[in-house]
């Protein structure tokens, strides 16, 4: 499995080699041909930069991974494969991922995030999600008169979980006897959400409320301050999503300037 792995990591990285100095020392001459160690050197560095740790037996792996290969393409070239079709539109397609790669790198590079974007971005998180969030359970059902009755029957003694249990259109919850656990309020639809934050602690809507997924019969359990994760845990998702917005934006500029017939 470690060896299926890690070809998987070689292949990868060996699409983005480029042809070594003549000079450069062998790990191997296959058939007369020199096999460059500076090959083997880039899929070791590609490796330590995934993070994995690159061993005595992984640098086996590695060498013997590239002469298989040089052995492999030595094949392919003598049944003339490399003037097929096939060969050609799977090479240019290779071609653009590392181009495209490429100018990518050379994007963030030129326009990495700041400390400041991550914070900035980061209080308007804080800002967004400042207040309460709510543990609430509810019963989903498809007709009005079906809630009503089951809020009478609640009100009469029917226990609220054995109901949603057996009655709720909502299997997520309904297997919980309705419990939604925590949430942000905003997270629900808004009839939703109206209901719920007028509700006091323990009580139930004394109506049905309608939604778009039916109708409701929503109970508050709890509440309490919103639990936000600290910028220091959250920075390295922060910071990679504000990333990938910028090269996004990026990608749309370039497709506006483009002229596209």
Known sequence: MKKQLLSGLIAAALLGLAAPPVSAQNIAIVNGKPVPKERADMLRQQLERSGRPVTPEIEKQINAEVIDREVLVQAALERGLEGSADYKNQMELAREAILINALFADFRKANPVTDAETQAEYDKFVAANNGKEYKASHILVDKEADAKAIIAAIKKGAKFEDIAKKQSKDPGSGAKGGDL???????????????LIKLDQGKMTDAPVKSQFGWHVIRLDDMRPIQLPKLEEVKPQVAQQLLQQKQAKYQEELRAKAKIE
Request: charged share 15%.
């Open 181 to 195: 656990g925590w949430a942000s309020p905003a997270s629900y639809v808004s009839e939703f959400t109206e209901a």
